[in-house]
Structure formats: C-alpha cells, structure tokens
C-alpha cells in the first residue's frame, strides 16, 4: 500500500498553553510551523492548512503559513485545505501556490473549495447568491491557469485576461490541484468534468455514507473521458496515549468550538454520548494509535481511497498535547495502518 | 544626523539570475532569494524585501509568501518589500498576508507601500490606470486603519464595505512599520507626512540632491500635521564589486540591456556609457568598489538627512557569483565604512 498517503490538517486552531490560557494569533502560527517541523521529521506525507476568517483560527492565508513551512521542511508535501477560491482572485492563488512550489522544490498542493463557512463573503465583497456561480467561473480560470501558458479569458465576477502570462511558472509545469467537496453532487460531476482528484469532507456520520460520492465521481470521469484520480478523505481526530486521555483531552475544546459552529448553522448542543457514538461508529477519530490505526484502515478500505488526512486540531487544546498527537500519528498510526492494510 | 543606527536594506525585484552563462528558471531564483536574504543577515544587512511584479523575468509576483519562507530560514534580518504595490492590492489580504508574516517571523515585518512605476498589475487585476491617484489614497486610508483600530467599519469606492471587521490573525498593538515609497510626487511626499509614516525616495536616476526639496517637503508637512520627526530612507539600484572598473564593467552589461528595454517601453533615449558614467558618478547608480559606494551612500545620506539606505542589487541575469560578492562587500565593508562616515561627520558637527 506504498501508494496510500497519509496528512494532518489543521485550520489553524489557537491552543492553549500550559496554564490553560489561549496563546496569541501568532503564537499560534508559529505552534503550527512548529508541529510542520515535526510531521516531516517523522515522515507524514502533506500537511494541509485551511483558510477562515473566524476568532478561533489562526491562519486566514494558509499560503504564508505554508512558506513559513516550505524553508524548514524537506519532505512534506504543503497544501491548503481548503483555500476559499470562490472569493479569492484565481491569478493570485496560482501566483502564491507557484510561488510556495518554488519555496519547497515541488511540494505545493492546492485543495479548492467553497469553504464551509460564509464570512469570506462579506469580507471580500461577494454576495452569497452567488455562491455555485463563483466556484463555477473561477475553478474554470484556475484550470485554464494550470496550463501554464498565456491565458485569454472572460468572465463575469472578474477581470478579462489577454494573453495574460502569470508568474512564476513551476518547474515540474503542473501544480497538484485538488477540489474538496463536503457532500455536493454537482461540486463531485464538476471535478471529474475537471479531471481533478476529489478530496472528501468526511465530517459526521458513517464514512461509508460517502461510497456513492465515490463511485459518482468514478463513473463521471469515465463519461467525461477524464482521468478519475485516486479519491481522498479528510476527517477529525486525535491521538493520545490511551483511549481514555485522547477522549478527555479532545472533549472540552471540541464541545465548545462544535457548538459555537452550531449555533451558527442552527445545531443543537452536542452531548456526551453522540460524542462518543461519533467515535465508536461516525467519523472521529479519536484514541490510542491502535485505536484510531483501526478505524482508518476500516475507511481506507472500505472507501478504497488513496489518501487520508486527519484534521488534528480542534478548538483550544493543550498545546503539548496537539505536539504529541503528531508525533503518534506519524510514528505509530500510519504504521499500523499500512500493516493492516498489507495483512 | 539621528542618534539612531543607520538601517541597511537590500531589495530584490526577484530578477532571475544566471549561473556559469545559463539562465536559472524561476523555481530557482525564488530559492536563491531564499540563500541571498540569509546571506544578507549573515554579513549584518538589516533589511531584506523583495518588491512586486508581474512581467517575465521575474519571481516576485506574491512577495510576503517569498517573505514568511525567508523568515523560517533566518532569525534576525527584518523583511519588508520594495514595494507593494498598495492601489492594486487588497488591504484586507495585505493585513492577512503581514500579520501572518509577522508572526512567521516573530515581529520582523515591515511594508512599503507605493503606486508603483510599472502598470503591469492594474489591467491583470481589473483596475483602471487613470484612478491611479484615487485607488492609492483610498487603499492607504483602509490599510491604515487595519493596523490602527481593532475593529473596523469602513466604506470606499473601490472594495466592499466592512462592517465592524476584526482580521485575524491578530496584529501587534498599532501595526508594523509602514513606509511610503515616492517616485517624485509631491502629492505623495505630503501623504506620507499627513500619516505620520515614513518615507523611503526611490531614486532610480539622476542626481539624488534633487531629492532634498522632498526632503524640506516632508519635514514641513510633518511639523504642519503634528507629527514629530519619522525616518527618511532612500532606495537605488547599485553594485559593489572590489575595484570600481569591475563594478562599472559588470554592471553596464547587465543595466544596458534593461535599461534599453524599459527606453523602448517608455519612449527615451536608449542609454549610452557616458550616460551611465555620469549616473555613477553624480547621479542615481551605486556602482563601484566599497570604498566609492560608501562614501557616495554617505555624502547622500548627509544631503537628504537618510536614516536608511537600500541597494536594489539584482537586475535581469546578473550572475549568482557577482549577486553574492556585492552582498557580501555591503555587508561586510559597506555598511561599516558609511557607519564610520557618518560618526565622524556627526563629531565634527
């Protein structure tokens, strides 16, 4: 299963440090080049790095953070997770990626998204009705811009092009494009249309609820004659030394940034126990290495995805014991994944 | 002179270099910038920044994401750009973009905003050349407030409207040090006064003296808006190889061409060699042996009352080695013989 790659993902939750007191925005940041360090030190394959514009998270322009990344890392694959391309200006993020590509030699990765949250919106100055419309033109010019040669465009939420050239080109001529999608049907056709891998926002619920995402997406490349890419998925977690700590530890933050999120989308209060059902059959993975190995090799294989990204962060944690979450995750739990899935 | 050290910067345009005759591709002069800016910090430059542009030929196209890498492979070097091209740009990125940097680098990022000289980036981001004017002063109006306030409600002509906005991540307490570049515009010598920010004369060409009725500008405009004295730097292009002949043979073949290229674009006289000498030895080019630039950087520096000076040392295929040797005479001979210049002068005083 050496094809199989494995990644943290992070929206850049401010932790907390020792004395329980939540450390600044920048702190922050540099917490998380930190924990990059150390994902590459151990062998993680990408770490990905989403883009919001909320209180609780840090990093509103992952691809900063990422060259923070780039000049201390040397295999580590760097990737957004997601960049909101919708109310971003395509040239730019293809400017910025190239560049991060340049920083790493080669190890820049982009996952487009619509972004789960809203507040980009506003902040920008687009307007949420035209949300599908958005992603719609601007995943258009963005792939126009993968090609790397001069670009004629027109649209109608952006500038004309003509013949525009857009530095820096990269050195390979191709800069990996992923499209994450959440559970949308037409955002699934539209990446196979595309030709683009699929990343998978396997939040709640059994992941086998997304089989049929992945067999759309299969039979849609298929009649649109593009390659269909293997599939990835991202989910939440965290590892601990025990089954127990990783639930004692993950709970707190988790229940007060989950209910703060689902205030906002009309939610109500998470309790204890659908915490825990979420952790024995949904989609958090959460315990001891062997614990979470387990449950990640049962989605790999019964999704028969190619990639699988734990989203290690979560709210306000302890900021020793996100560090040591990485460090199990890399040292023990994709070993034991592989193993597994080579049994 | 101020009682304050004098700052040394660098500024790259992100020129891609040549490497034993080949022209190195992008990816590779964005990794030598990487090499060159802790190379900087190694021989004590103070500053490195990188500007922005948009035209082949060079990598600078996403200057502070160039910046946060430099900030994981250095401690001590500020960064800061050379310059960013504010009318052009959103504020509320920029804010992002610094912050993170700032953080990146625990507390070295600095900004210098200008309108730019190139209008390669107004039709490539769908703005209009001839609101020019309108799009900086706007533009400054809100990055400044994004630095200066927590929470910002804000309208204007060219960006939607913010509603009691708070960017993350957070800024230090007032923002990080600000400067505006200025061609030769009064109206912008002004501007900078009226914020308090100061000012960086980018000094591409003819004698730098004409500069000091800027210079009487600015300090006036300050005076007159309350504010008290703020920093005055200047920025040219400029080599330093050790002997002047060298310096001056180096660089004519690479400048020439550039600067030919750019006479073309904008319709003057292509340059000659006595062009070029009378540049290098009464006008805008610090070309020469350490000695010869020290001394020119520090009579300037007396003329315009500068408290930092910034050498824009790459142009268009200038070899790595030539790159790295002049770093290294500003650094290690440069910058300390101007230092020595300026102590004396200020003894005699």
Do not use: C
């Amino acid at each position: 299963m050496s094809d199989l790659d494995f990644g943290l993902d992070t929206f850049g939750d401010v932790p907390v440090d020792d004395s329980g007191a939540q450390v600044s925005h920048a702190r922050a940041i540099r917490q998380l080049v930190d924990e990059a360090v150390l994902a590459d030190e151990i062998g993680i394959d990408v770490l990905a790095v989403g883009e919001h514009h909320r209180p609780e998270y840090a990093v509103s322009t992952p691809e900063t953070v990422l060259a923070g990344i780039a000049t201390r890392t040397r295999r580590l694959r760097l990737s957004s997770g997601v960049t909101v391309l919708s109310s971003d200006d395509p040239v730019r993020v293809f400017q910025r990626f190239a560049t991060v590509d340049a920083l790493s030699n080669g190890r820049a990765e982009v996952i487009l998204g619509r972004g789960s949250f809203t507040e980009s919106f506003p902040l920008f100055g687009y307007d949420l009705s035209d949300y599908d419309k958005l992603f719609e033109e601007k995943i258009e010019l963005f792939v126009r811009l993968l090609d790397e040669k001069p670009v004629t465009w027109e649209g109608t939420l952006r500038a004309p092009l003509e013949a525009a050239e857009v530095f820096p080109p990269t050195e390979s001529g191709h800069l990996p494009t992923w499209v994450g999608v959440g559970g949308s049907p037409p955002s699934v056709v539209r990446t196979a249309r595309y030709g683009l891998p699929l990343m998978l926002a396997v939040i709640g619920g059994s992941p086998t609820r997304f089989a049929p995402y992945i067999d759309l997406y299969r039979r849609a490349a298929a009649q649109f004659g593009t390659s269909a890419h293997p599939v990835g998925m991202h989910s939440p977690g965290f590892v601990a030394d025990t089954d127990e700590e990783a639930r004692e530890v993950y709970w707190p933050s988790y229940r007060i940034i989950r209910d703060r999120i689902g205030a906002l989308r009309g939610w109500p209060p998470i309790r204890r126990a659908e915490f825990e059902a979420e952790i024995e059959h949904g989609s958090l993975y959460i315990g001891a290495p062997e614990t979470v190995a387990r449950k990640i090799a049962r989605a790999v294989d019964e999704l028969g995805v190619g990639r699988f990204d734990l989203i290690y962060t979560a709210g306000a944690q302890p900021i020793s014991a996100r560090l040591r979450a990485v460090e199990l995750y890399g040292t023990k739990v994709i070993p034991m994944v592989r193993d597994i899935l080579a049994g | 002179m101020t009682a304050a050290p004098f700052t040394f910067g660098l500024n790259s345009f992100g020129e891609v270099a040549t490497d034993a005759g080949r022209v190195l591709d992008d990816g590779e002069t964005v990794r030598l910038l990487v090499e060159e800016a802790r190379h900087a910090e190694a021989v004590g430059l103070d500053v490195f920044s990188v500007g922005e542009h948009y035209r082949p030929g060079h990598v600078d196209t996403a200057a502070p994401v160039l910046l946060s890498a430099i900030a994981s492979a250095t401690r001590r070097i500020r960064l800061g750009t050379s310059v960013t091209v504010l009318s052009t740009n959103d504020p509320v990125r920029l804010f992002h973009d610094f912050s993170t940097l700032d953080a990146v680098s625990n507390g070295r990022a600095q900004l210098v905003v200008g309108r730019a000289s190139a209008t390669d980036s107004f039709p490539l981001f769908g703005y209009d050349v001839s609101d020019y004017e309108e799009l900086f002063e706007e533009k400054l109006e809100l990055l400044m407030r994004l630095q200066r306030e927590e929470s910002v409600t804000w309208s204007g002509a060219f960006r939607a409207p913010l509603s009691e906005q708070r960017l993350r991540p957070r800024m230090r307490p007032g923002g990080i040090p600000t400067w505006i570049g200025v061609g030769g515009s009064p109206n912008s010598v002004v501007r900078a006064a009226r914020y308090g920010l100061p000012l960086m004369l980018a000094v591409i060409g003819g004698r730098p003296q004409r500069f000091a009725r800027h210079v009487d500008l600015y300090q006036r405009a300050l005076r007159q808006a309350g504010h008290g004295a703020r920093p005055i730097g200047q920025h040219s292009l400029g080599f330093v190889a050790d002997t002047d002949a060298e310096a001056a043979e180096t660089w004519w073949e690479y400048w020439k061409p550039v600067v030919a290229g750019l006479a073309r674009e904008r319709g003057f006289y292509p340059p000659t060699w006595d062009v070029y000498r009378e540049e290098i030895d009464h006008g805008a080019l610090f070309v020469g042996s350490p000695d010869t630039v020290a001394r020119k950087i520090a009579t300037t520096a007396h003329d315009l009352n500068l408290s930092r000076f910034d050498l824009k040392y790459d142009i268009m295929h200038l070899p790595r080695e030539a790159r790295a040797r002049s770093i290294e005479l500003l650094g290690s001979e440069v910058a300390p013989r101007v230092r020595e210049l300026l102590t004396k002068e200020s003894r005699h005083v």
